[in-house]
C-alpha cells in the first residue's frame, strides 16, 4: 500500500507567503473605504427632502370621535344604516318569544 502522507499531486515545496492574495484584499479594503468616503462628502442629488406638515393629534382624535359617534348615532352619510339604540331594539324585537322567562339579553328598561 502506499503512504496516505505522500500523493502524486503533493507539491514537495512548502508555499511561500500569499502575497497576490493579499495584495488584492488590501486593495479591495481600500477601495471600499475611499467609496464609502466619497458617498459620504457627495451631496445629495435627489435635492432635499421636503417634510410634510404633521396633524394636531388632538384634533385628529377628536375627528375620529366625531365619526364614530356619527356611525353610532346612525346619522346619514356615516354608512350607518340606523343607529345603534334603533338596532337593538328591532333585533331584541324578533327574538323574543312567548317561552322566554329571564330578561334577554338585559332587563328591558323601566319607563320613567
Known amino acids: 500500500m ?3 502522507n ?3 499531486t503533493a507539491d514537495p515545496q512548502p508555499r511561500g507567503f ?6 488584492v484584499s488590501l486593495l479591495t479594503l481600500f ?7 466619497l458617498a459620504y462628502r457627495s451631496p445629495n442629488y435627489l435635492g432635499e427632502v ?3 406638515p404633521t396633524p394636531d ?3 385628529k382624535r ?5 365619526r364614530n359617534q356619527a356611525v353610532l348615532d346612525g346619522a346619514p352619510g356615516s354608512g350607518a344604516k ?9 333585533l331584541l324585537g324578533k327574538l323574543r318569544t312567548e317561552k322566554d322567562r329571564l330578561p334577554f339579553p338585559i332587563p328591558e328598561p323601566t319607563a320613567p
Open 57 to 59: 393629534p388632538a384634533a
Open 62 to 66: 377628536e375627528d375620529i370621535r366625531a
Open 50 to 52: 421636503k417634510a410634510e
Open 6 to 8: 505522500t500523493s502524486p
Open 31 to 37: 477601495v471600499f473605504l475611499g467609496l464609502v468616503l
Open 18 to 23: 500569499p502575497f497576490i492574495t493579499a495584495g
Open 82 to 90: 340606523m343607529s345603534v339604540g334603533a338596532a337593538t331594539a328591532e
Open 2 to 4: 502506499s503512504d496516505p
